[in-house]
């Protein structure tokens, strides 16, 4: 592709003591696309999440968003640059309303300043007041709207990852990273979030990478697979190319590769 890449990962790795974690990782994302990342148990999908959003700094290697290098910057400052994520195991602020969940990363973004918000101005009130109508905005389209004031943990499971996704979308990101979004879900659960990631990346203009087990997920939504086995990168390539790679096969050896037909 002519144009420059939104996402540009260099040869990044990351060491822990003795253990590479990820190493010499290489991907490129232009803007639009939807990409996965897959690999076996432990083959250092979440590390290089972590790696994309300050959670870790490179050991070695570039991590280029945007036009701007993001190696050393903290997690918020790479939000604000344009990544947002959700995470394998739900993080969401259990205590808070459905309604307040999505409300906080708006405020983390919110134009108004803090003296405003002190002194209680004017212009805090009509940025409280735009910021409530955009978060619902988003549990519309989630429809997450009715149970917008229940509580986050009461939630049924599935909704509990949607809202999650719609948090993520709210602090309005570029790239959107999805960490197996459809961990725990049934089926029709499944099949209704692919369905939603596939709304919300064409609505929002938005980038998509999204690590997941789901091979039909996977294979049914993805235009290019990046596939990792401890810390490297054994392969990339379409959906079917991946599917027949002779590596990836034997990485998931005993496992099911192949049944991504959506
Ligand atoms: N903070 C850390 N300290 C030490 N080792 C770590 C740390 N974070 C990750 N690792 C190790 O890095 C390797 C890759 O782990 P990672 O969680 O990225 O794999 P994964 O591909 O996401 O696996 P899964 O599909 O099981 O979630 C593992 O061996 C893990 O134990």
Sequence with gaps: ????????????GIQFGGLKAVSGFNLEIHQGELIGLIGPNGAGKTTSFNLLTGVYVPTEGDIVFDGSR???????QITRKGISRTFQNIRLFSEM??????KVAYHSLAKHSMLSSMLRLSSHFAGEKEIEEKALQFLRIFQLESYRDE????????QQRR??????????????????????????????????????????QLTVLLIEH?????????????VLDHG????????????SHPKVIEAYLGEEVTSGDA
């Design 97 to 102: 309303t459905v309604l307040d969940n999505v």
């Design 214 to 226: 789901d091979m039909k997920l996977v294979m049914g939504i993805c235009e290019r697979i990046y």
């Design 151 to 158: 509580i986050a943990k009461n939630l049924p499971y599935g």
């Design 70 to 76: 993001l190696n050393g910057l903290a997690p918020y």
């Design 1 to 12: 592709m002519a144009n420059k890449p939104l996402l540009q990962v260099k040869d990044a």
């Design 163 to 204: 809202l999650e996704i719609a948090r993520a979308l709210a602090a309005g990101p570029k790239l959107l990273l999805l960490d197996e979004p459809a961990a725990g879900m049934n089926p029709q659960e499944t099949h209704q979030l692919m369905e939603l990631i596939a709304f919300i990346r064409k609505e929002f």
């Design 232 to 243: 490297q990168l054994i392969a990339q390539g379409t959906p079917d190319e991946i599917r």
